[in-house]
Nanobody, 126 residues
């Protein structure tokens, strides 16, 4: 288990940008594939972006491709999500999660993630 705490959410106008951060509590952060998920009111939690342990592989939901960028700094045990050109439909609680350590790849299924943060609210006004 690894403890995760998201930050960087807030209220932004459509077309604006936000950067989410998620520092991890353990140096073994480097071993984990990581991901960002989101959950809007009345909807199920959905995958947003994922990254392999070494950052060589990333994967995005079609709805955010070209607008969001996932990255990680293993020297700081921190995961990031840069969100540009935000849309009202991006409004949700955003969660970071630590996934499997092996095999080394990008994971997208919530069941492959064992540790979750508490979430940070992102609200995009039109």
């Amino acid at each position: 288990q690894v403890q995760l705490v998201e930050s960087g959410g807030g209220l932004v106008q459509a077309g604006g940008s936000l950067r989410l951060s998620c520092p991890a509590s353990r140096r073994t952060f480097v071993s984990y594939a990581m991901g960002w998920f989101r959950q809007a009111p009345g909807k199920e939690r959905e995958f947003v972006a994922g990254i392999s342990w070494n950052a060589r592989s990333t994967y995005y939901a079609d709805s955010v491709k070209g607008r969001f960028t996932i990255s990680r700094d293993n020297t700081k045990n921190t995961l990031y999500l840069q969100m540009n050109n935000l849309k009202p439909e991006d409004t949700a609680v955003y969660y970071c999660a630590a996934g499997r350590t092996t095999p080394a790849k990008v994971y997208t299924d919530p069941s492959d993630f064992g540790s979750w943060g508490q979430g940070t609210q992102v609200t995009v006004s039109s």
